[in-house]
């Protein structure tokens, strides 16, 4: 079955515009996070959605949102970019809960100059 | 509070020797532990996980790891080492109850010597 998707795979965008990056988790997941991996902060959690709401979230400014479909695919929203911003995002699905280990998606690269 | 320390930042091993990861963790409840590797511009691969059963843990490619809550030890292991094995490989914790949220090591980088 298909995995994790991701889309776009590479993104190059100037400071303070804004961003939104999407992930379409494996059929029948219900669970997404989302995590940002950078060289100096490493993998960090940004948020998780489960039916729609937004069950936990990370230590992130406000700029950084996301939102999950009835279909469970979800969307991370950046505002007014930031070069700190950029980072490998990464998506994850889980069928219900995550203690059984999350798929992982190849990630969106944003590049913010 | 969750946390993950992996003791060393960078491995080098010999082909066909055996691989040790260390990596020891900190939970508030009974934690759920995984080992991901992460290959070079890729996403990040479930290698094995923990999840209260048995605490011999096997996963693929020949990788397996021992949970060893007196010790608070989630150590990666392989026999034999291949070159294919080069990467970045990744210890987490997550505490069982709630909370949906995955704490990641800082990464062990192992490099297989020809």
């Known amino acids: 079955k298909a995995g994790v998707t991701q889309t776009p795979r590479y993104l190059i965008k100037t400071r303070g515009q804004q961003v939104t990056l999407s992930c379409s988790p494996i059929?029948?997941?219900?669970?997404v996070s989302w995590y940002q991996q950078t060289p100096g902060q490493g993998l960090q959690f940004l948020f998780e959605?489960?039916?729609?709401?937004?069950?936990n979230k990370g230590n992130f400014p406000g700029r950084f949102s996301g939102r999950q479909f009835s279909n469970s695919r979800s969307e991370m929203n950046v505002s007014t970019l930031e070069l700190g911003d950029s980072a490998l995002y990464l998506c994850?699905?889980?069928?219900?809960?995550?203690?059984?280990?999350?798929?992982f998606g190849s990630g969106t690269r944003l590049t913010v100059v | 509070a969750q946390s993950v320390t992996q003791l060393d930042s960078h491995v080098s091993v010999s082909e066909g020797t055996p691989v040790l990861l260390r990596c020891n963790y900190s939970s508030s409840y009974s934690p759920s532990l995984f080992w991901y590797v992460q290959h070079p511009n890729k996403g990040l691969q479930l290698l094995l996980k923990?999840?209260?059963?048995?605490?011999l843990v096997k996963g693929i490619n020949g990788f397996e790891a021992e949970f060893k809550k007196s010790e608070t030890s989630f150590h990666l292991t392989k026999p034999s080492a291949h070159m294919s094995d080069a990467a970045e490989y990744f210890c987490?914790?997550?505490?069982?109850?709630?909370?949906?949220?995955?704490?990641f090591g800082t990464g062990t980088r192992l490099t297989i010597i020809p």
């Open positions: 923990y999840t209260s059963a048995a605490t």
């Open positions: 959605y489960f039916s729609e709401t937004q069950r």
């Open positions: 987490v914790v997550m505490d069982r109850f709630g909370n949906e949220k995955l704490t």
């Open positions: 994850a699905s889980s069928p219900v809960e995550g203690y059984y280990g999350y798929t």
């Open positions: 059929s029948g997941h219900r669970s």
